[in-house]
């Protein structure tokens, strides 16, 4: 049985993005694997945030979790914050990352570096999401495209550490799927659909109307020229439609796109297969967030699980370093 950590931070609506790049895979493979899946709240404060709106978004990610199939008697679900050993391991590993390292991320690139008012925690972000994983001993990391460079960090650091203290730390591999591993904004589609993007008709949340999911695929921008072609590059808008398309009834983009002359048509039918796909997650999310005492005691259950395998690796690699035991 492979041990599997992933995790998806409550900083705002789930998306399809979400559903596509990570849960989608997590409730797929749930019965073959050992599995740990959290709300990384503590990642969320690496943006401002409301506190009352982190409060009631972890519940809801957590009943997005099980709307989309997750089934808390088969995975562990929990809460970040909840399990002390991501921080503490993070500290271990920040003694080992290197200032260099972490500025060639990406993400820091891209929302971050050069801005003296940037918060710490932004920069050592992905030192948590390597102790995150760490903490697990996990095999497989399910994550999208974007997390590809993040997941390669916490190669690298495992590696480092192991080198230097000894056979401690799993070294992880990411499982990324083979389509909608990247879902782009429909307004915008050069960038991926995101939950940081202020884009209400870019982007499509997983229990939203279906009226709105129609509306939105209906004004997604297409590229300039009105043949249907599969090209991610040269004609992303279009492409990205054909994804959605392939990601929601199977087939190709590239063989779907045959099958239309369009625009018009190819909206049509993916706003349709969109909304198949996506009803009955609306209809158990609404049924769930009616009730929140028992994702409350889901997610204790979950923290107390998952500390018992977090809190082992912590006090192994404590030990490797040196740390007195107490
Ligand atoms: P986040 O919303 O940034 O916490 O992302 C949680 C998970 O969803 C990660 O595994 C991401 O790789 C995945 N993800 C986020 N946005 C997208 C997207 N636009 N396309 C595919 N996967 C995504
Ligand atoms: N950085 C991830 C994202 O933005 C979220 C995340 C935090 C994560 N810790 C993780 C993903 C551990 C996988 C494993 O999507």
């Known amino acids: 049985m492979a041990r599997v950590l992933s995790g998806i931070q409550p900083s705002g609506d789930l998306h399809l993005g979400n559903y596509l790049g990570a849960l989608r895979q997590w409730v797929q493979n749930q019965d073959r694997d050992d599995a740990y899946y959290c709300i990384v709240d503590l990642h969320a404060l690496t943006q401002a945030i409301d506190p009352d709106e982190l409060r009631r978004r972890t519940l809801e990610t957590a009943a997005g979790f099980i709307a989309a199939g997750l089934d808390p008697e088969k995975v562990t679900m929990f809460v970040q914050s909840h399990v002390v050993a991501h921080t503490r391991l993070a500290w271990l590993l920040e003694c080992t990352a290197s200032m260099g390292e972490l500025n060639r991320m990406t993400q820091f690139k891209d929302k971050g570096r050069g801005n003296d008012a940037v918060k710490v925690g932004l920069f050592t972000y992905p030192v948590l999401m390597a102790a995150d994983i760490l903490a697990y001993d996990a095999d497989l990391v399910p994550v999208g495209e974007d997390q590809r460079q993040h997941i390669e960090l916490t190669r690298d650091l495992a590696n480092r550490f192991n080198f230097q203290y000894g056979d401690v ?106 909304v198949e796909m996506l009803a009955p997650l609306r209809a158990r999310y609404t049924e769930l967030m009616s009730d929140p005492s028992e994702l409350t005691a889901v997610l204790r259950k979950g923290a107390e699980k998952a500390s018992i395998v977090a809190d082992a690796t912590y006090d192994r690699a404590a030990a490797a370093m040196g740390l007195l035991a107490p």
Do not use: C, W
């Open 169 to 274: 730390l799993v070294v992880p591999e990411a499982t990324i799927p083979a389509v909608g591993a990247r879902v782009m904004d429909l307004q915008q589609p050069d960038r991926k659909m995101s939950k940081s993007i202020p884009s209400p008709l870019g982007r499509i949340d997983l229990f939203e109307s279906a009226e709105d999911t129609m509306k939105k695929v209906k004004k997604a921008v297409t590229d300039t020229g009105d043949d249907v072609t599969y090209d991610p590059d040269g004609r992303p808008g279009v492409s990205n439609l054909l994804d959605l398309l392939a990601a929601a009834t199977g087939g190709s983009p590239a063989t779907l796109a045959t099958n239309y002359t369009r625009f018009g048509d190819l909206k049509a039918d993916v706003g349709t297969a969109l």
